[in-house]
């Protein structure tokens, strides 16, 4: 194993030390009698269930326990092993990185999320990758009622050498979409990522603006937008399921990118989603520095999560 990859895991390990914490002292305390029981299942599935898998998950991972070794004795590590493989069976078919096809010219990537999901974050961060790898990229600050996220997208252009195009706070979003995707049509930009508000609180409206966004990109380039990647926030737990419901409804959502799973001991909540919408998980943050942010892995994912050995 190469010291990046290497690192790249002990962060990992790291970021998700409180979810698998919660999960493997969780399984260490219930599996203390010799024989698998109908008690021990349902403890199972209330653990499972507290950790953000989702219901769903829960009974398909006791389900498989039950018909395979109920009755007959297993260990916490056993458990461990199975609820790993049973996991990355759930997330191998969704991982999948977020790679520009050379075919569009730029490559239109729309970035949705609630506030505070680390979307703009998560954008600059792309915009390094991608220039790193040789791409032109170009930012558009979509967010156009916070001076905030403006701000923040244009901190990130500097930092990343890339061109961030802007409208004065308050401006039309999809008009400022539509400038950035001629701009980059004209200038010949391999990446465009563009940022959109996430004010959930004002549903009808956002939806609205998103819908415009979409049409109006679609309008001026045929395909576009190529990806609308929802930015989610691992801390918030079930929440990010009902996000991905709501902004589902909004936009073609075709992918998600899960960060925060530093912040708490939720990290479940990314096979909830992967179980219940089959999206392509492109990436995954467990902090705040450009290398956190890391194409999915499922089989390190799914070991990490549950503390398999």
Request: contains cysteine; charged residues 30%.
């Amino acid at each position: 194993m190469s010291e990046q990859k290497r690192s790249w895991f002990q962060r990992l390990k790291d970021g998700l030390k409180k979810s698998t914490s919660a999960i493997s002292d969780g399984i260490t305390g219930i599996f203390t009698k010799a024989k698998l029981d109908a008690d021990t299942l349902d403890d199972l599935e209330d653990l499972l269930i507290t950790s953000d898998l989702g219901v769903g998950v829960a009974a398909k991972l006791t389900e498989v326990l039950s018909k395979d070794r109920f009755d007959k004795e297993i260990t916490g590590e056993e458990v461990k092993e199975i609820l790993s493989s049973e996991i990355e069976k759930i997330l191998t078919p969704v991982a999948k990185p977020l790679i520009p096809s050379p075919e569009h010219k730029p490559h239109v990537i729309l970035m949705a999320g609630v506030n505070g999901a680390g979307k703009t974050t998560t954008i600059g961060k792309l915009a390094k990758k991608y220039k790193g790898e040789g791409k032109s990229v170009m930012l558009a600050a979509g967010d156009t009622f916070r001076a905030a996220a403006v701000e923040q997208l244009q901190v990130w252009g500097e930092r990343t050498d890339v061109p961030v195009v802007t409208k004065e706070i308050g401006s039309d979003a999809a008009a400022l979409a539509f400038e950035a995707l001629d701009r980059a049509v004209r200038e010949n930009v391999d990446v465009l990522l563009i940022d959109t508000a996430g004010r959930l609180q004002n549903r009808e409206e956002l939806m609205d603006e998103l819908a415009k966004v979409v049409r109006v990109i679609g309008k001026k380039l045929d395909g576009a937008p190529h990806d609308t990647v929802i930015v989610l926030d691992a801390t918030t737990g079930q929440n990010a399921v009902h996000q991905v419901e709501v902004f589902q409804k909004m936009a073609k959502i075709t992918g998600i990118i899960m960060t925060k799973l530093d912040g708490s001991a939720r990290g479940g909540v990314l096979v909830a989603c992967a179980e219940k919408f089959g999206l392509p998980v492109h990436a995954i943050g467990v902090g705040e520095s450009i290398e956190d942010l890391q194409p999915f892995d499922p089989k390190e994912f799914a070991r990490t999560l549950v503390g398999a050995e």
